[in-house]
């Protein structure tokens, strides 16, 4: 499973089968996720000042990974996930989006629920499949959160991304939202997380945050 795999998983409610923050905070996640992947994986690399994202000589071997590489090789670190959205084609049928939920299908990770709305329109869900994958994933997030432990690299972009899009506090309710705040700021800028992966969090939050109070002053 793939990180923007994970993220997605992360990001619905098992219960309702909606994702539990608004669509532009889930592309955020997912294509944050998308180039975290490819820094994990060794596919590219940060150099130069401002960072700028670099291929290498690793090749991904999943479908979607080797078209993300394409698209932000040469490009600088704080805007590379705009050049995977979410909303766009991934193939001739299938956004990006769209091809990880129907992936997460073909895992049994997630069943899609249809219903009709108004006799109208069709409303479509997803809930946990007969594979759980989500639950190894929150675990580790709650160990490094809550306990202390130190994350590898994917589990250190997922924390950091989820943090950023506020959404923390919906995966553990239980927990003091200031808590989960500092902790997941200092695994963003751990020392013992790769100075690559380090850097493009970093990158990332900013350029979310700058998104965010551009469209506020909008």
Known sequence: MILPEAALLL????ETGKPLVESTRVDFALEAAFVAELIAQGAVKLSGSPSVLARTSVEPADPMLKAAVDRVDNCPAGVAMRKIPAGSRWNDTKTYR???YERLKEQNALTENRRKVLKIFT?????????????????????CLLEGDVPDERTAALTATMNTIAVLPKLFPSAKKRVLKIRAEEIRTDARISPAMSKLLSELKAAFTSAALGATGA
């Not at 990001?11 to 098992?14: A, I, K, S, V, Y």
């Not at 409303?123 to 160990?143: I, K, M």
């Open 11 to 14: 990001l619905l409610d098992d």
């Open 98 to 100: 769209e091809t990880l």
């Open 123 to 143: 409303a479509t869900t997803y809930t946990p499949g007969a594979n759980d994958f989500e639950t190894p994933v929150v675990e580790a997030l709650r160990r």
